[in-house]
């Protein structure tokens, strides 16, 4: 069954630092997606990616964070500058169309010391 | 501020019995997503419902999109220990272009 592959698994970084999550979603869909997950916490939105561009953010999602689709399989989140707060689990998805449900990635776990 | 109120928070029950989760909204969804997450893991599809008054089977779970797209249940018929885990309700905001509203989940514990 196809999957969406998200790497690293886990990230350790420092305060400050930046970080780029990296993502391949499923070959044939279309729409693109970071998720996140603070320990403990609901599933919250970042941001939606279509067409080769953002087609809605959260507020979560401020000018410290962008998203890339830099070829025809890569989907990536950068943060700049890292805080303590953006420790988290980082979740890609990606549908054919939002009425099929999303297949969401593994995740990873990003911890900012 | 769209919400949706997912309970219980926690449920424990033995092999066999029946349950029921709910999710509820002040607000209509366009679709109802339900899914099971494991510890430290994305979460998995289960079902997404469109219509109002959808029912939905996946062998012994049944899911139900209400009338007014503002809630949702998730029936489990005879739960067996295999189907211990999180269960997530999300709703799609009108509108929105895949924002995906989650509720907080509801941990199954099914015992033998």
């Known amino acids: 069954e196809p999957e969406v592959t998200q790497t690293p698994s886990h990230q350790v970084t420092q305060m400050g630092q930046e970080v780029i999550l990296r993502c391949v979603p499923i070959?044939?869909?279309?729409?693109f997606y970071w998720y996140r997950q603070i320990l403990g916490q609901k599933v919250e939105f970042l941001v939606s990616?279509?067409?080769?561009?953002?087609?809605?953010k959260s507020e979560i999602f401020d000018d410290q964070f962008s998203v890339e689709r830099p070829d025809g399989s890569n989907f990536t989140l950068k943060i700049r500058s890292t805080k303590l707060e953006d420790s988290a689990m980082y979740f890609c998805?990606?549908?054919?169309?939002?009425?099929?449900?999303?297949?969401f990635g593994s995740g990873t776990r990003l911890t900012v010391v | 501020t769209q919400l949706l109120e997912q309970s219980p928070q926690f449920l424990s029950i033995q092999e066999g019995e029946n349950l029921t989760v709910y999710c509820n909204s002040s607000?209509?969804?366009?679709?109802l997503q339900w899914y099971r997450q494991e510890p430290g893991e994305g979460p998995v599809l289960l079902v997404t419902?469109?219509?109002?008054?959808e029912v939905k089977k996946l062998k012994r779970l049944t899911f139900q999109f209400g009338d007014a797209r503002k809630d949702s249940s998730l029936h489990i018929t005879a739960a067996q220990p295999g189907d211990t885990g999180l269960y997530l309700c999300?709703?799609?905001?009108?509108?929105?272009?895949?924002?995906?509203?989650f509720g907080k989940g509801t941990k199954l514990s099914v015992k033998p």
């Open positions: 998805a990606s549908t054919p169309g939002t009425a099929y449900g999303y297949t």
């Open positions: 070959s044939n869909h279309l729409y």
């Open positions: 990616f279509y067409n080769n561009e953002i087609s809605e």
């Open positions: 607000s209509v969804f366009s679709s």
């Open positions: 419902v469109v219509t109002g008054g």
């Open positions: 999300a709703g799609e905001a009108l509108g929105s272009q895949g924002n995906l509203i």
